[in-house]
Nanobody, 126 residues
């Protein structure tokens, strides 16, 4: 089993940047694809990005393409979400999640991820 801890959230002005980290415990972390999701107040938890276990294939939601990047460093058991040109509508709690099924594909549903972190708040001011 793995445990996930997100960090790097905070308050930033529109147009600014943040890099979120998802640090994992457990030797099997490098075997799992990892996704980032976000949840704004009163809204559902939405898919943001996903990276395969090896890091060679990445998927991004249309709303963040061209602004966000997902990548991982398996030597450090960490997945990152680099966020540039942030907008007020990016304000949300951001969660990372491990897909322990080892299935392929983009997998945008929260039900397809078995392990979740506690989340980190990102607030973008206008």
């Amino acid at each position: 089993q793995v445990d996930l801890i997100e960090s790097g959230g905070g308050l930033v002005q529109a147009g600014g940047s943040l890099t979120l980290s998802c640090a994992a415990s457990g030797r099997t972390f490098s075997s799992y694809a990892v996704g980032w999701f976000r949840q704004a107040p009163g809204k559902e938890r939405d898919f943001v990005a996903r990276v395969t276990s090896s890091g060679d294939i990445r998927y991004l939601a249309d709303s963040v393409k061209g602004r966000f990047t997902i990548f991982r460093d398996n030597t450090k058991n960490t997945v990152f979400l680099q966020m540039n040109d942030l907008k007020p509508e990016d304000t949300a709690v951001y969660y990372c999640a491990a897909d322990t099924s080892r299935a392929l594909g983009v997998r945008r549903s929260t039900t397809e991820y078995g392990v979740w972190g506690q989340g980190t708040q990102v607030t973008v001011s206008s």
